[in-house]
């Protein structure tokens, strides 16, 4: 979104319509976008959220100013693909940058979606070239949950998310559980519902309390985990954790 007016992402969300005009040229454009998102923060917004995974690969290259002033100034006729990809990789790039400036997380949608391109692996390159900004990886990277076992242990700021991932698979729900306990990332995992309305959301949160649970009474069974390790860790990842990433 932003190269091109009157344009709608997935959900039918539109620049103009939420926020106004558009500013004519690149600077200002970025300077509006960073001001909207410290006004948003002002009200009360914890994150920031993409979800280009369901539209486009999360591989984002680093782009220079004058490539995207160069997008910028096309004509809309004349704007092809490559040139909106170009001018998207720029923006996301900013956008990092302004996330770790005003000390807000970065939700980034992975896995499922478009499908193609859109593994955690995509991300690495970003994530290692901004080490302020916070980044939470929904999904946990479904179906592609071992990338993310490659990358997490190397990455403080790097946060696994397990939102959705019991309703899309219960079994890599537990795996990733499993997994990530064992890597000692028992401090950074979060979870959510990512619902709609309260049916949905009490029917997700008794998918992963069952999913969570499954999982620390098996560990307790192997003798891998006491009870009391594992109150501590439905504490964490169901307040604590998100607490401190978000706060």
Known sequence: MGYKKGLRNHDGVSLEENFGELPDNLQDYVEWVRKWIIQKKSEGCVALKIAMAYERS???????????????????SDITQEDIRCFQDYLFWKI?????????PLQCHTGMGQVIDTNILQLNNVIKNN????????????????DLFSIVDGYPNLYPDLTWLPILSYTA?????????????????CWGCDTWTVEESYGSLLAF??????????????????VNNAKDIIDKILFDNAGKIYV
């Open 58 to 76: 999360l591989h984002f290259e680093k782009v220079t100013r004058e490539q995207a002033e160069r997008v910028f100034r096309l004509k809309e």
């Open 96 to 104: 990092c940058e302004i996330a770790a400036e005003v000390s807000l």
């Open 131 to 146: 080490p302020e900004t916070k980044f939470v990886l929904l999904h946990c990277g479904f179906p592609w949950v071992d």
């Open 173 to 189: 729900s537990k795996r990733a559980m499993h997994q990530l306990i064992e890597m000692s990332q028992i401090d950074k995992i």
């Open 209 to 226: 309390r069952f999913s969570l649970c499954s999982v620390l009474r098996e560990k307790i069974e192997d003798g891998y985990l006491s």
